[in-house]
T-cell receptor, first 113, second 111 residues
């Protein structure tokens, strides 16, 4: 069990640029979640996959955000035309679907300048 | 929208003191979890409570789920500097598709 891994750990980008983050879940987990967390706050739900199907998206997820999980394994989260308000920690988590324990990665910290 | 409110938001205490963190909601949750998060890392699960009135103990930590499954508390006995971190409660609704997190309690235990 190598845990949930996220890449990159840190990303600094200029406003207006596009960024893409990758998440590799625990291999046998069929559920994958994206959360966003700002400093000192709890994680906010963004979206959720079961296998390759995106089953739920938060209203927080504007049209500039898109997530994919093409083969039901790794997932990508893309933010287009980044804004300073997008600066946050983006957390990925996976679970087995039996029970509700989320295993989180260490996140990608995005800074938009 | 299911909301979870945690209190206090910040807590700074001396080593050896006891403390309680509260997590309250107007919504009923099918289960409630507590996570601990350290800087630069993702949250790590401490406990899951499922039954109203349930009490679980994990060494010096005691977790309680309210009878109505709307609230929970975390009590730490004889706090240690290693307990320092962000404590998050998270509730699962009846659909079980996502966890809703509280805003967290930032605990600092001073030696």
């Amino acid at each position: 069990d190598t845990g949930v891994s996220q890449d990159p750990r840190h990303k600094i980008t200029k406003r207006g640029q596009n960024v893409t983050f990758r998440c590799d879940p625990i291999s046998e987990h069929n559920r994958l979640y994206w959360y966003r967390q700002t400093l000192g706050q709890g994680p906010e739900f963004l979206t959720y996959f079961q296998n390759e199907a995106q089953l739920e998206k938060s209203r927080l997820l504007s049209d500039r955000f898109s997530a994919e999980r093409p083969k039901g394994s790794f997932s990508t989260l893309e933010i287009q035309r980044t804004e300073q308000g997008d600066s946050a920690m983006y957390l990925c988590a996976s679970s087995s679907g039996t029970g509700f324990t989320l295993h989180f990665g260490n996140g990608t910290r995005l800074t938009v300048t | 929208t299911q909301l979870l409110e945690q209190s206090p938001q910040f807590l700074s205490i001396q080593e050896g003191e006891n403390l309680t963190v509260y997590c309250n909601s107007s919504s009923v949750f099918s289960s409630l979890q507590w996570y601990r998060q350290e800087p630069g890392e993702g949250p790590v699960l401490l406990v899951t409570v499922v039954t109203g009135g349930e009490v679980k103990k994990l060494k010096r930590l005691t977790f309680q789920f309210g009878d109505a499954r709307k609230d929970s508390s975390l009590h730490i006995t004889a706090a240690q500097p290693g307990d320092t971190g962000l404590y998050l409660c998270a509730g699962a609704g009846s659909s079980g598709s996502r966890l809703t997190f509280g805003e967290g309690t930032q605990l600092t235990v001073n030696p």
